[in-house]
Structure formats: structure tokens, C-alpha cells
């Protein structure tokens, strides 16, 4: 981050076909950044965009009987209304097509050449137009692609090349003296091992198609469309010509792409800049990609699920929610239905909606809907309001170095801490109290300020949440207004007038259980999941009870590690965990209080029923059940796994 300013772009997509939930994923990550540094005081500019060009488009068109252009002009709008829907909200789309992106890209072609970087000679090899990319014999895997696994297709022309090898040592030298150049880690260290094992002379040109910004030249040829596509960040930038807005905006923070394109930004566009003399980027960061059923999703497998549909049934914040609270930013990640509604309902539905409608619910009862003057504060109040001032700062600390995931992990402790701080304030028993009116209002106040806190922080990740949370609570000030500085604690002021409205996150298909939704007049009783009523049992079918493997693959059941595990407050046979199950952390409360002390079950390798609807057990959220055998005589073991299995190791 430079002088408080923050650049940040997404890869620009090919309109090759409608995008996928994939592309939704970085682009929702850096929408969500981008509106955190401008709330954080900074200057921000987050561009995307689309990749036109290239031999790939062309053949699409042809395909179609229509011109490239129209192709391309009716497929991008596409992309524009679902960065709409999605509320992704960046300063600026490049469009390959664009004539200030065309001067640009023969503006670097023209000044590498010139400087002798770049020249004319005869290209025999291997081409792959999925990819868009050029290979040497000996790098294919069986005769095809070695990324996509697709048929290549000889190529035999002349061609303009790029001296890359001439930069690949000044390249490493800039990655080992730059530790925050490549993100995460592991990208860094395929990286450099691709370059050390020795770069070929880049070809930057092709004869045999039109479609693309001709070698400024030599009309013959056009610029290879990777070559073209990556300097769309200079372009944005405002190169050549905006030398002033190139100052400002020069070199960019973040590159934020899919780790398949690592190559491409890792090395040869840096390599592009440093024979520009230019900087390089501060951070080039490769995501993982969303998998479905462990298969990378994408448009040639047909394997790609659609936001717009997911939009339809969900709405757009939990699937914002989603994505960057489920998937371990940089590494792999499943998509799945089942875990996309267990998100929404735990985390969304229970903890953050919950909250702010029990809230507002016994602030209509108790005070009217009017925030109280807080009054008298105990001990507990005042570390409450502490710890909760200081969210904002740590949530920025996070977000500075790219942690996304513990950045809304930091921001959904908080609202854990208040739904536990009104349990163990408990308003409903000191409202029955005269003496302890005072009281009451601090508690009131506290929760209420919390949930201002919250919107605040909530707001660059789930806007519309953010400003459904504002509404309710009645804040004269314009949310668009606030800054970090805001999330002190204490801002709210008392008199507001709150308007409590219907609940922010519905439950999805949870329809046999009730909402917990209204203030409660004490702590509700629920049952531990083993004394549930179980459904009756169906007509036995033909197969006499057995079920398919498609039956039992539906349950998933995962190595966990206990890290931690406690008592439940007035609960004998209850004990609370969290269990690391892979690609989170998870609550846990199980009956087995009876059978095992506390201490025993710390670093114990579990089996975890990792995708069973979360339920409140006494109070406690459960998000998930453990395995465990037991006798009619009531003896009871753990089902567990030795150290050496990983947790969210699949068991089946
Ligand atoms: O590569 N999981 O465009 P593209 C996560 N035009 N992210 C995914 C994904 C998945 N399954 N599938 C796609 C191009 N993405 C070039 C880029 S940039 C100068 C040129 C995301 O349409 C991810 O960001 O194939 C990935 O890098 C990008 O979409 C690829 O988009």
C-alpha cells in the first residue's frame, strides 16, 4: 500500500461463455478488499475487465456465424450485469477491445522492440487455444496441454519473440529480496522453480487469425493475447498517455488471480515491466480454485455452477458470505450446496441475525426501541466494550496482509462474544429486578452498540447486510459516511430510535425447527441431539431397509482434532469442543460428559458428522455430531484415528 492508496485488480475474464461461480470468487474477494481500504481512509482502484482477443474468441464467433465484436460486446454485458447483481462496485472495467487499452498494448510492444528485446524469427511448436498458450515439445503431458489436459495444435509461423530468459536471473533476485511478491508460499516456490529450470524465448505474435491489436509495425502479425491482456493493468493505470495517473497509481498492490495463471503474472509480466522500466507489482496473490466433487470447476468440464441461479435461491450476501468464509484463502476449496446453507444458517441466520433480532426485540420490550444512556458497568461490561472497540483495528491488521478468512473470523468472534454476553448478562432477569434498571440499559446499550460496530464491519463483505443492519437500527448518519475510525466503541447515541423489522437471514430449509428469533424470557430448552424425536420409519421398501452407497455418501464424515473442550454450564451430560475439521473450526456439543474428563479429549483425532444441520443445545450452538459406540449397558467410546491422520482427512 502506497501513501495510503491500494490497487487492486482481478484477472480480466475471457468471454469465451457466460462466467461461473469461479470467477464470482476472486471477484467478490476484491470487491470486499477494495471497499475495506476505502472505508479504512484509503484511495483505492479495483479494476477488472474482459479479455477479447485471441485465436479462442475468434473461433467461438465464427462458430456463431457472427462477427468477433458482436460476440464479445453481447457476452460482456453479461459480465457487467452479474458484478451488478453481485454488488461488486470497481472503478474501472477494461476491455481489451478498447482504443486506449490498443495504444497501450502497441505502446509496450513498440518500446521493447526498440530496445531490442523483442525480434522477428520462425515459431515451430505447440499452441493451445483454451489456454491461449505456447509449448515446447518436451513439457507436454502424453501430447496435450500440460494445465488443461486438451489437445495442442502444431504451429508453424513467423513470429515475433520476447528475450525472457535474458531477465529470468534479475526476476529471481526481485522475488528472493521481495518475500511478499508471490502469495502464498507454496506458488512462490513452483515459481522459482519453473524459472530455474530455464526459460524459453517468449512468442509474442501470430499470423494465422485477425483477431487481436496488430503488431504496431507490421500489420501482418497480432500481439499474442497474453501479452495483450496483462498489460490491461497498465492501461487502467493510465499508460502511456496519463503520466500523472501512472504516478499515482503505479505499481499496483494486488494482483489477485486464479493460481493456474501464476506463470503468466509471475513471470512474464513482470519480465514485460522490467524491460519497460517499470515497477513491479507489490503482491501477486494465487487463490485456489473452487472444486466440485474435488474436480476443478470449469466451463470445458461442465462442471461450473451458476451465480446468477445461486443468486435466485439465495440471495447475494451469503453467497458472498460463502465464498470467502468457507474457502482457505489461497489453497483449494469444495463447493456445495449443503455446506453453503450450513454456513448461511449458522453463521448468518443464528449468530448475526439472531442477534440483531433478539436485540432489537427486547429493546422494544424493555425500553421502547429507544437506545438507553448505559448506567451502571460492572467489571465484565467494561472489558465487553473493550474488546469490542478494538475489531475494527485488528479486522484492518488482517485485511492489510490478505487474511481474509481470519479477518471474518475476527468479526463473527465478536458477534459470538455478544450472544454470549446477553446470556450471561441475561436482560430478562435483571428486567424483573428494580434495583437493577441501570444495569439494564448498559446491557442494552452494549449489544445495541455492538450491532452498529457490526454493520460497520460487515458492510465491505455483505453490503446489503450491512445496510439492512443500519435500517433497523435506526442511525440518522449515512452508513456510506462512516470510516474505521467509527468502530470505536461508544459512538452510538443513546435515544435512537431503533426499528426492528423482519429477520435479515431466513432460514433455509429448516423448516422443523423453529427459528430462535424473539427476545427469550430465559434460556430456551433444547434437547441434546440424542434424545430428538427421530422421523418414523418409511414403508419398508423392496430392498428391506438397505441404502445405496449414494445414501451413505451424503453423510460426510471427516477426521477432526480436538483443540479445546469445556463443560456446558448446567448440563451434566454435555461437553462443548472445537474441532478442527480441515476447512474450519467448528463447535461441537456431544453427550458424553459422563464418559470422558475435559483434558482427555484435547489432540484426540475424532470422527465428525461434518455436514449435519447445526442445532442449539442448551444455549450452545452444535455444528456437527462425533461418531461413538456404545453399549445397552451404556458404555461409550469415541470412534478416533491415529495422530497421523491429517484433520479433514474424508472417512468413508
Ligand atoms: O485466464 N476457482 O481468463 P478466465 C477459482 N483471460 N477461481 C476461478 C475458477 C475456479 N474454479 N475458474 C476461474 C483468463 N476462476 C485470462 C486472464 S489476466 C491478464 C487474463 C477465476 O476467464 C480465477 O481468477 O479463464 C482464474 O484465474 C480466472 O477466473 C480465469 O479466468
Known sequence: MSNERFYISTPIYYPSDRLHIGHAYTTVVADSLARWHKFAGREVLFVTGSDEHGQKIERIAKAKGVQPQEYVDAIVSTFKQLWKRLNVDYDDFVRTTEPRHHKAVQTVFQKIYEKGDIYKSKYKGWYCTPCETFWVENKLHEGNCPD????????????????????????????????????PEARKNEMVNFIKSGLEDLCVSRTTFDWGIPVPTNEDHVIYVWFDALTNYLTAAGYPDDQGRLAKWWPADVHLVGKEIMRFHTIIWPIILMALDLPLPKTVFGHGWLLFDNDKMSKSKGNVVDPNLLIDEFGVDPIRYFLMREISFGQDGNFSRRALIERTNADLANDLGNLLNRTLAMLNKYFDGVVPEPQDKTELD???????????????????????????????????????????????????????????????????????????????????????IWAQLGIAESLAEQVLADTAFGKLKPGTVTQKGDPIFPRIEEKDEEPEVEAKEEPKEVKPAAEEKKPEPKQAEPTEGLISIDDFLKCELVVGEVLAAEPVKGADRLLKL????????????????????????????????????????????SQGMLLAASTPDGKLELV?????????????
Open 640 to 652: 478416533s484415528v491415529s495422530d497421523n491422520m491429517p484433520a479433514g482427512s474424508r472417512v468413508k
Open 382 to 468: 467494561l472489558e465487553y466494550a473493550k474488546a469490542a472497540g478494538e475489531v475494527g483495528t485488528a479486522v484492518d491488521d488482517y485485511l492489510k496482509n490478505l487474511q481474509l478468512n481470519e479477518a471474518l473470523a475476527k468479526i463473527w468472534q465478536l458477534v459470538g462474544r455478544a450472544n454470549k454476553y446477553l446470556d450471561q448478562r441475561a436482560p430478562w432477569a435483571l428486567a424483573k429486578d428494580e434495583s437493577a434498571q441501570g444495569q439494564l440499559a448498559t446491557v442494552m446499550y452494549n449489544v445495541v452498540e455492538t450491532l452498529r460496530i457490526v454493520a460497520l464491519l460487515v458492510k465491505s463483505f455483505l453490503p446489503d447486510t450491512g445496510a439492512k
Open 148 to 183: 488443461c489436459g486438451r489437445p495442442v495444435e502444431l504451429v508453424e509461423e513467423e513470429s515475433y519473440f520476447f528475450k525472457i530468459s535474458k531477465y529470468a536471473n534479475r526476476l529471481l533476485k526481485h522475488i528472493e529480496e521481495n518475500p511478499g511478491f508471490i502469495r
Open 578 to 621: 472445537q474441532v478442527d475439521v480441515g476447512s474450519d473450526k467448528r463447535q461441537i456439543v456431544a453427550g458424553i460428559a459422563l464418559h470422558y474428563k475435559p483434558e482427555e479429549l484435547v489432540g484426540r483425532r475424532i470422527i465428525v458428522v461434518k455436514n449435519l444441520k447445526p442445532a442449539k443445545l442448551r444455549g450452545e450452538l
